[in-house]
């Protein structure tokens, strides 16, 4: 590949360079005097369409075209498109998606850009935020709230007015080792309510360290990290500075549904049926993300997060009329929304753990509790568990120790039905409750990469679920019955992957739970080729988007969603992904059986 064409700054194209960094959000505000010798000392260099480049040496603007960086490890951090400014960390890479020309600045270009007022920062953002692509467009698209700050020995009367008088709901508290935050709610829970006084110092009812999030992260991220932990504020920086805010009003005035409205609506919510209500907007929600670029892996971490919320405000709302815990328990999420790959249609799959020595008093509220939420689920779209893998049955429900000896139990005896729960359940997150079950039942389950009889009926059971390929290559469908013409996507292609993954996983005694993140370990530990497991992680992605539409497709037409699919209905392209996804699963498949000793039985 040939090297990008540089080129010095000449005095002639100076104050056209000027100009652009005037209007580059960056600098806005930044006197014109300071930004000449930053030209100055800048370099012009040209990208060919699709050329990258490599061990970019400064902080850059570009002047035309579009960047797509990566970093160190070949993933997307940063799409810079004309006008915009960036900070490459060691090791990115960018990519001309077209034609580029980059103005790429001396390093103390870092020091000026962002450092403008605050008020002159968010001046250079429409009010009126455009459909954007949550992949790819960073959170300082989205910089609407000024940075405003206070120290932690200012009153709380001082903070109050400075934030009406700024019109913003929170302010960045300085004066510790790491900022923190406080929030209109702060003042209104933590100090009012609280019988505190007005003239108490604020740095004992703000939160540190706050959470932040950088200029390039993807809206994205952000969106998953208010919707996962129930915030409304994230400070934004660059380079380590704080340079704005980005809140849970800012992603709402998105042109999408938002997940944010749900998590609203389930957090306000005061019954089952409130919940339900809300809940019924999901598929809008969906169908929206997906028209914003969304990646199906995303859409299924926003619908297990969602389910989390629900799950969370539905123990909350039952243990309301239960009365409190008698016990220190866990709810655990099971199979999909433990992986966070979650679809529209997916059922429960749940689990619930009390403390050791709880007793029966703390036994019957859970089986109270487990029933409530259950049924709670059901009433919002999540179907009850065809194999009952609810924590309503009293296998699924019971003391830690109880649960350490049925998961001994799994891998030292591996009868068939010992399997089935081994698959479900080695698959686990704790999702609401005290107890962190999931870590207190790692060291049981991180057993099974030492027990060879195990794995080996492991391993059968993974390559027992052979994906749809027929006679020359072709997909295989059901020939006769209701399902004629169509194949189970759930069971033919979905699950193959995921079997495969969780094999490896507990066979080296990994810890990642996500499909992808397990096939990538095991490519990284040698069990699997880099290519295999990249054409893997490509095909899951696939299927998971296929599931993801069909069932869009369904419900707007007024059906309910399954796993069957027509192939003659899917694009000639999808065929051939499916096709070559099916082929990679058996070649993974066949390793496995000849790594395990099972080529040729039964």
Known sequence: MDPPRQEPVDDE???????????????????RPRLVPLVRGATLVYVAEHSTVAD????FVVQRGALLVRDAGGRAVDLVAEGEYHRPAPGDTAEALHAALVLVLPPEAA????????????????????????QTAPVRSLMSRELVTATVDE????????????RVSSVVVLGRDEPGIVTDRDLRN???????????????????PVRTVTASTPVFTALIEMLASGIHHLPVTDGGRLVGMVTSSDLLQLRLRSPLHLRKALDRATSVEECARALATLPDTVRALRAAGTTPAQVGEVLATVADRLVTRLVALASADLGPAPAAFAWLAFGSQARRESSLGSDQDSGLVLADGAGPDAGEWAARLAERVTAGMERC????????????????RGELASWQQRITQWITTPAPEHLLGAEIAFDLRTVAGDLDAAALLAPTIDRARDSGIFLAHLARQAVSRRPPLGFLGRLAVARSGAHAGTFDL?????????????????????????TADRLRAAAAAGLLSQGLADTLVAGHELVLGVRLDTALERLAA?????????????????????????????????????????????
């Open 13 to 31: 194209v100076t104050q056209d360079l000027v100009d652009l960094l005037a209007d580059c959000p960056a600098f806005v505000g930044v006197d």
């Open 56 to 59: 970019l040496d400064g902080p």
């Open 111 to 134: 020091d000026l850009a962002w450092s403008a007022q605050p008020t002159q920062l968010t001046a250079a953002v429409s009010p009126t935020t455009p459909q954007v692509d949550l």
């Open 155 to 166: 009153t709380c009367r001082t903070v109050a007015e400075r934030m009406r008088a700024h």
């Open 190 to 208: 933590r100090l009012v309510a609280a019988g505190g006084s007005p003239d108490d110092p604020v740095g004992p009812i703000a939160t540190f």
């Open 381 to 396: 779209g999540y179907p009850r568990c065809g194999g009952g893998v609810m924590a309503t049955e009293p296998r699924w």
């Open 490 to 514: 759930k069971r033919g292609a979905l699950l193959p992957i995921v079997d495969l993954a969780r094999l490896h996983t507990l066979a080296r005694g990994g810890s990642e739970i996500a």
């Open 558 to 602: 007024g059906l309910p969603v399954d796993n069957r699919v027509d192939p003659g209905a899917l694009p000639a392209l999808v065929r051939s992904q499916l096709k070559e996804t099916f082929k990679a699963v058996r070649t993974a498949q066949e390793a496995v059986e000849a790594d395990y000793g099972l080529a040729g039985r039964p």
